[in-house]
Each structure stands twice: as C-alpha cells, then as structure tokens.
C-alpha cells in the first residue's frame, strides 16, 4: 500500500469489475478493494479477486481485498397491494408472519424479534422515513404508534432503536460467504451487525487467523462496547449510514469520534 497515512478503499461493483477499470482504479491511489457479498455470485468474486492479485504481481504492489458480509437483514414482510400507508398516531399491530393481514398489521418475519421488543422501544422501517413506537406487548403481537408516517412498501427494511436483538451477526449465507472468502486468500473479512463482544469471538474462531477483522459499527450497542470489541478486532468501519438512522444524527460526528480514538489508542 502506498505510505500515506489515510488508506482509500473502494467497493467493486459492475461498472468496475473489469480487470482494466481495476487497474486504472488502482493506479488513480486505491489501496484496498472491498466485495459487497450482499450482491454477486462466488463466481464474480473469484474473478475479481484473481485480477486484483493479479494487478498487485503486475505492480509489485501490495492491494488489500476486504469481503464485506452481508450480517442479518430484517425486514417487514408483504402487503395487499404492495404497501400500507402509516399516519401519524394511528396504531397498528405487528405480529409474526410473512403477509399483512390488513391497512393496519405489519407482519415482520422474524419470531425472535417480536419477543424481544418491549413498550418504549422504536423501529424505523426504510432506512428511517417511517418511525413506530411499542406502547403495549399483547398475545396477539405489538400494538405501535405511528410516530412518522408514510408509505410502508414490501420487503423494506427495519431498523430498532432499543435492546440488543437476539440475532447472530453470521447467518448461514454469511458463513458459506465466508468459507469461500477465505479460501480464495482475501486479506480482510468486514463483520455486519456486531452488537456484542461475542458477536467478534465467534468469528474470530471461524476465521482461525486466515485474515484480519474488520469490525462494521452500525448499532448502538457496539458504541457502547467499543473498547472491548475493537481489542479483539483487527480495524473497525464507521457504518455512518446505519448510524445516522439508529441515532439522532446530530451524534453521529461524536459517536464516529469516539470510535476512531478507541482505534488509536488500541492501535488499530
């Protein structure tokens, strides 16, 4: 890499993936080249990794590879007509389930979240247009306020404000991801959704020492952890986006602070 103090890391896409698009990207002063594993097959990846290897033999320079799993994605499930419209202090009931039952019932497949959520807690559905609040835990689900209302179309994704989900940061996607990242020789696995410390040991155990970790901070949780999460990770990624949603953004410059100075200090 060259010897400047800040690295630039660039995501390969499709309108970059060509061997010579790498090498120009290489030569304009990329240093690493991170693989969305959210997107693309193993096929496209090995392809990419094997003309960046070859780029670094070409210039005798070294290119960092970093394949970026893609960590648990939880989403609202489908709706007749494709969307339900959320006003502003209606209450609606999300429940369990893979189909709304009606204008006014979110269904969220994901069981284990539903039991984890508690009154006071917020979720935030399309990457934070739309805001509920949980006012009561009943047999049939949770009754929720809309705070900001709007369209609330299939599949979009949900964020929650509140307690650590009982959710493991590897899916099994990300641990068949993984294995093939790791036998293809890449030199950074970037970890999603880290809440906890334990999040970090399991996958330092499946990584066994064959690459560096690269810990994403995007929630809550791992701020508040961040010591001892960053002492057992090798870099950390400040997920600006995802924080800006899960925190008022007037704290995400602090909380960014905050993160780089652990890593300083750990020598991260």
């Keep these: 890499m060259r010897k400047r103090f800040a690295k630039i890391l660039a995501t390969v896409g499709p309108a970059s993936a060509a061997p010579d698009m790498l090498a120009l990207l290489h030569k304009a002063g990329v240093d690493a080249f991170r693989l969305n594993f959210s997107h693309g097959a193993h096929e496209t ?3 990419t990794i094997k003309a960046i ?29 494709g969307q ?3 006003r502003y202090g209606q209450t609606v009931r999300i429940s369990a389930g893979d189909v709304s039952e009606g204008p006014d019932h979110i ?8 039991g984890a959520l508690k009154p ?27 705070e900001i209302g709007g369209p609330l179309r299939d599949k979009k994704g949900v964020n929650v404000l509140g307690p650590v989900l009982p959710l493991p940061a590897l899916t099994g996607k990300d641990r068949k991801d993984l294995d093939f990242a790791l036998s293809q020789g890449v030199d950074y696995i ?22 560096g970790l690269v810990v994403k901070i995007e929630k809550p949780s791992a701020v508040e952890d961040i010591e001892h999460i960053l002492e057992l990770a090798d870099a950390a990624m400040v997920a600006r ?4 949603v899960e925190l008022p953004l007037e704290q995400v410059p602090v909380v960014q602070r905050k993160i780089i100075s652990v890593a300083r200090t750990l020598g991260k």
């Design 84 to 86: 339900i419209e959320l």
């Design 120 to 146: 006071g807690d917020a979720l935030k559905f399309d990457d934070g247009k739309l805001m509920v609040t949980i006012v009561e835990v009943g047999a049939n689900g949770l009754m929720a306020r809309v």
């Design 107 to 114: 269904a969220m497949p994901h069981e284990e979240l539903i």
């Design 190 to 211: 970037a970890l999603s959704f880290v809440q906890k410390v334990a999040d970090v040991l399991e996958a330092q155990e499946l990584i066994a020492g064959r690459a």
């Design 53 to 81: 290897r070859a780029i670094e033999a070409k210039t005798g320079e070294s290119i960092a590879i970093v394949a970026d799993l893609q960590g648990p994605k939880i989403r609202v499930g489908t709706f007749k007509g």
């Design 241 to 244: 986006g995802d924080l800006g």
């Design 45 to 47: 990846h090995a392809r």
